[in-house]
């Protein structure tokens, strides 16, 4: 890729069947493909299951690194930039070309769906394509998007310009409220064409992409909800979700994308198969290359959470032999990433297995975006309402955790009917910590911060436990929100070269394949300590 006008070359990836092993097949002949011939519900699956790669691998890596979630084990040198956040402009450029390529492949299926009559893949594309734009949009800032994806276009733009990231934000609004209206319209129309099983996320359940809309629109909205500017504008917004939510709301399940993933090369679940084991099940060096840090298991051991240990393995040798040990980003001497370490759990909540499906969203976000929502008065509710979304945030975080790969349902690594039990047991266990309990103002002392007592806001609660149920699954997002609210307060990288007063960087840089195509455009005088994002306005 050496231009994002160039992403035509998406098409590669499309596969031309609808079986779950030939969704994973990328060995297609994009010589045999046309934009005007392809069929919308034959480019779906491939770009969900793309989708999952670049955000469940790509994104969730990179997300779980500055997020406090990840550290070098001594088991191996470099991760020079993630030490200390001197980025390059080749550091996760390959994020840049994955998304836009993949946008190509939605802008696809919502064009030709438009024009083939088929209203409810169009809508799909629609709102996949908002999905992707704002990650772009919270790493980048301002990005190419009104001439993004002219490549097939009677005359194409080979150096798009760039626009303004709020203005993209608002219009991806527009997008999602077209998406859903054109859902409800085909809903509401005989004969209009279902999708099926070409729909790797939700299976045709158009409800399902309605509420996935709705949530989506609430995340822009609170993302922006900070900036005085737009104050008016988001409490508009809100009111306007609120009169149109309907009767499917928002989304009450993960997200997820479940293209049939195999034990066999090239198809295994993305995280475990970087992760963790070949498809002949054997474990990969690089699963002893980074670990969990000591921030984010302490957050579960010192508050009594057992999810811990559907997370964690106990370190089994060394000093801290029986306990849960992390490691801490940028210590020059870590531990090694064997036995003397917490790793992963294998077949746990991270580490599920070979052929577990790929959050895009999940359901414990939905909750407490909607807490977040009631508690500051955009949406009606209240702060009763508030804290049973909030409650049953921490209960789907739970459940997600608990649930197995399909091929470990029924083996001893079925933990799933613990996950209530275990649930209540840590609701229990905090009545009086703030953390844990919405009508308690203050942290218990001693816990999570190692620090006398402390007032907790509801904003700090819910930003906390969401923390808690996005780790390294959907580190992007846990990101995402620290810089929008700067909760929790994990520690930087201990060889950190930010001068910011958190020690941590503020976004990526423009990468090197759009700099060698498309400089004119680029935005001056980035960087990754001094330029925020338009929505990052709390330290």
Avoid: H
């Avoid at 809100?238 to 009767?247: D, E, H, R, V």
């Avoid at 039990?421 to 203050?442: C, E, I, K, S």
């Amino acid at each position: 890729m050496n231009n994002i006008s160039k992403v035509l070359v998406a098409l590669a990836l499309v596969s031309l069947t609808t079986s779950c092993d030939s969704f994973l097949d990328v060995n297609q002949n994009p010589n045999n493909l046309t934009l005007d011939t392809v069929s919308p519900s034959a480019v779906l699956s491939q770009a969900q299951k793309v989708t999952a790669d670049n955000f469940g691998l790509t994104l969730n890596t990179y997300g779980s690194w500055t997020a406090g979630y990840w550290a070098k084990t001594g088991t191996v040198n470099g991760f020079p930039e993630e030490r200390t956040y001197v980025y390059s402009t080749v550091y996760q450029q390959g994020l840049w070309g994955g998304v836009y390529d993949n946008l190509k492949d939605y802008d696809n299926i919502e064009k030709n769906g438009a024009a083939q009559g088929l209203a409810f893949l169009s809508a799909i594309g629609k709102i996949m394509k908002v999905f992707n734009y704002q990650l772009l949009v919270d790493q980048y800032g301002n990005i190419p998007y009104s001439q993004a994806l002219s490549a097939d276009a009677a005359s194409p733009i080979i150096a798009p310009q760039y626009d303004a990231a709020d203005v993209i934000y608002k219009d991806l609004a527009v997008k999602l409220d077209e998406a859903i209206a054109s859902i409800r319209t085909g809903l509401a129309t005989p004969g209009t064409t279902v999708v099926g099983s070409e729909d790797i996320i939700f299976g045709g359940n158009m409800q399902n992409w309605v509420r996935f809309a709705n949530t989506l629109k609430l995340r822009l909205l609170l993302r922006q909800a900070f900036v005085p500017a737009l104050d008016s504008y988001v409490r508009a917004e809100m009111t306007k979700l609120q009169t149109s939510l309907g009767t499917e709301g928002f989304i009450t399940t993960d997200v997820q994308v479940q293209p049939g993933y195999l034990q066999t090369a090239g198809k295994q679940n993305p995280i475990w198969n970087a992760y963790r084991a070949n498809p002949a099940g054997a474990r990969i060096a690089q699963s002893n290359y980074q670990a969990g840090t000591q921030y984010i298991i302490d957050q579960y051991v010192l508050n009594n959470d057992p999810r811990v240990s559907q997370l964690y393995f106990l370190a089994t040798a060394g000093a801290f032999s029986g306990t849960y040990k992390g490691v801490v980003l940028g210590d020059p001497n870590p531990l090694p990433g064997s036995t003397q370490i917490s790793r992963w759990k294998d077949f746990g909540g991270i580490l599920k297995g070979f052929d577990a499906p790929v959050p895009l969203m999940l359901a414990a976000e939905s909750y407490f975006l909607q807490a977040e929502a009631k508690s500051s008065g955009y949406l009606t509710g209240g702060d009763a309402a508030a804290r049973t979304d909030f409650n049953n945030g921490i209960r789907t975080s739970f459940v997600y955790f608990y649930a197995p790969a399909p091929s470990q349902a029924a083996t001893a690594n079925n933990v799933s009917a613990n996950a209530v039990t275990d649930y209540n047991r840590y609701l229990t266990a905090n009545t009086t910590n703030g953390l844990v309990t919405w009508d308690v103002a203050t942290t218990r002392v001693g816990v999570a911060t190692g620090n006398p007592a402390r007032n907790v806001s509801k904003l700090e609660k819910i930003i906390y436990q969401k923390y808690l149920a996005m780790n390294s699954v959907t580190g992007i997002e846990a990101w995402n929100e620290y810089r929008r609210t700067a909760f929790p307060k994990f520690p930087a990288s201990l060889q950190s070269a930010s001068p910011r007063a958190d020690k941590l960087p503020l976004r990526l840089l423009y990468p090197q394949s759009e700099i060698n195509t498309n400089a004119a455009n680029i935005p001056a005088d980035v960087t990754q300590f001094t330029t925020k994002i338009f929505w990052d306005v709390v330290d």
